[in-house]
């Protein structure tokens, strides 16, 4: 625990953000939503992506950027595929209708492709994918939204960090999560150094300049991660995200057109039972990851993680405490936004 951490019951927590934004009339079921995303963040040790973004949604819907009574709508339906239409809502409530939608119409025709147009942030993309995981499929989902990080070469954001998760069904263990950005570190992962008073380790960000810095208040603009590698991902997600939807995000912005927070997103759920027992496929998975796990350990390796086995490891920890630690000054403004 560090200095400006304490621990809160992860009931009261759930209850303080549900309050916060029933208080700015979200209805009760979609504050139960994104309390359910942003404590789930917290749970898994993601705390940039958990309720630390709670006061930054509630000012976008101060601000008219987020609309706490959107219905988000099913814009398209062409059986495997379709689109839904965020309206601008919590980008929790978007995406809880858009992966029901996936994983009924995967069911019926073995796959499907959804298109998620005109939301806010989504939270940590594991978690929606994971609840396609929880239901025995394939999960897929990625996202972009505004430009936060340099494009291979430029010195300005010109890219979201486009986070893209990928959930697995295995046997007899919490699903496998691969959940992680195109940039070498999520924006929130700034915001937490900067409260903590830490640097950040070189690599990560430029200033506005267009300067290397370890100083997360002067960082202006994430780097990819890999460089081109992680840029180019950033720029395919773009395409299969909001300009597949027809709602493009990132051109409108730098060519000075746009200057509101949106997102996109695409959710994809395989129903691999098509393709033979699911047991078979689940008990493959496993057989993989234990051959994997059984190889020699390079040096300072205590063991080998498959994707996502830090994070359910956390949730499991926190569900047997009862509770998580946030820094004290979190957990005063929560409680004071949720009056």
Known sequence: MTNNE?????????????????????????ARLVADVLVWGDASGHGSHGTMRAPRYLGLAARGELDLAARPQLAMDGGALFKVDGQRAAGAVAM?????????????????????????????????????????LVGIVAASGIPLMAYFGTATPA??????????????????????????????????????????????ALTAAGAPTTDPDAADVLLPLGGPKGAGLALMLECLTSILAGAPILEPMLAGRANTHKQAAFVIALDAARFGPQAAFEGEVLALAEAIEAQPRAPGFDEILMPGARSARERERHRASGTVMLPAALIAQLTALAG
């Open 6 to 30: 304490m621990p809160i019951a992860t009931a009261q927590l759930r209850r303080l953000v549900e309050q916060a934004f029933a208080r700015a009339r979200l209805a009760e079921a979609d």
């Open 96 to 136: 809880a209708r858009a992966v029901a939608e996936a994983a009924e119409r995967a069911r019926a025709h073995g796959i499907a492709f959804g298109a998620v147009a005109d939301t806010t942030h989504i939270g940590p993309a594991g978690y929606h994918a994971l609840a396609l995981a929880e239901r025995g």
């Open 159 to 204: 890219l979201s960090t486009a986070p893209i998760a990928i959930a697995v069904p295995i046997a007899g263990r919490a699903p496998m999560v691969l959940d992680m950005a195109s940039s070498v570190a999520a924006f929130g992962k700034l915001r937490q150094a900067a409260e903590a008073g830490r640097a950040i380790p070189e690599g990560w």
